[in-house]
């Protein structure tokens, strides 16, 4: 079995550094391997910028409609009014009790209860519509 002390690095595996623009004897003189002229051969040109297009109107700024901003948190969750069957009389309705539940997906920031028809004597803490809310309120339920 071989042992780690044992191990050498293969003769072959690593390379020398190609070394150009030291005269037309080296082999890499002249043009340096860059070609012939143009944006690409010229100094500095790897330090461009990654969005750079070339000197042309960048794509970004020819479709400023399409720019825009987007809520991090996203919409909330719509809940009827109906789905909340499911809690006992007087229970209290916050997002944590819709999660076990399973009216919400557990990776939801936020939820809103909306129209429908309850009979059961709810306390919510969530937002409402002000359908939802006169309904909760005619069956005896609060909303805070």
């Known amino acids: 079995m071989i042992k780690l002390h044992e191990l050498h690095k293969h003769p072959k595996s690593t390379h020398r550094r190609k070394v150009v623009g030291r005269g037309l004897g080296s082999g890499k ?5 860059r070609g ?5 051969k010229r100094t500095g040109h790897s330090k ?10 960048p ?6 409609k399409l720019r825009g901003f987007r809520a991090l948190d996203g919409k909330p969750a719509v809940v009827s009014l109906n789905e909340l069957a ?8 916050d ?15 936020t ?5 429908g028809e309850i009979k059961k004597k709810l306390n919510i803490k969530l937002p409402i519509s002000a359908s939802a809310k006169e309904a909760v309120e005619k069956a005896g339920g609060k909303v805070f």
């Open 36 to 40: 012939n002229k143009g944006q690409t």
């Open 95 to 109: 997002l944590k009790s819709l999660i076990a539940k399973g009216l919400v997906d557990d990776m939801t920031k």
């Open 29 to 33: 003189g002249t043009y340096s391997t």
């Open 48 to 57: 461009m910028p990654v969005n750079f297009e070339g000197g042309r109107q």
């Open 111 to 115: 939820a809103k209860i909306l129209g």
């Open 59 to 64: 794509l970004v700024r020819q479709l400023p």
């Open 86 to 93: 499911v809690f006992a009389d007087g229970a209290t309705v």
